[in-house]
């Protein structure tokens, strides 16, 4: 069955970074689609990167230019990165990694079956 773990989180201070971690226990097409969501205390899950079968990436407006995702096959494992820069005290969320068989909207939670458990990263001003 797989699953996903993600590590990488902690705390930051403003301007800093972070890389986060994802590895999905194999390699299927259930990560054909893979994406990075985050939630803050009292706020909707939001998506904010995602990689398609295409290798295709998106992110969203909040985190463009600053967050960088890629993946990496090792030997039967999937890797999904989160490089993290100049962080802001309104990313301070937990992160979650997401996979799924086929996506229509890849930064919509709705559309993902398989999830982690999450990761806190805090960014103090």
């Known amino acids: 069955q797989l699953y996903l773990v993600e590590s990488g989180g902690g705390s930051v201070q403003v301007g800093g970074s972070l890389t986060l971690s994802c590895e999905a226990s194999?390699?299927?097409?259930?990560?054909?689609?893979m994406a990075w969501f985050r939630q803050a205390p009292g706020k909707e899950r939001e998506g904010i990167a995602a990689?398609?079968?295409?290798?295709?990436?998106?992110?969203a407006e909040s985190v463009k230019d600053r967050f960088t995702l890629s993946r990496h096959r090792v030997d039967r494992k999937r890797l999904l990165y989160l490089q993290m820069n100049n962080l802001k005290p309104e990313d301070t969320a937990t992160y979650y990694c997401?996979?799924?068989?086929?996506?229509?909207?890849?930064?919509?939670?709705?559309?993902?079956?398989?999830w982690g458990q999450g990761t806190p990263v805090t960014v103090a001003s």
């Open positions: 990689i398609g079968s295409d290798n295709a990436i998106i992110y």
């Open positions: 194999e390699y299927t097409f259930h990560t054909n689609f």
């Open positions: 997401a996979a799924d068989v086929l996506i229509s909207n890849p930064l919509s939670q709705n559309d993902y079956s398989i």
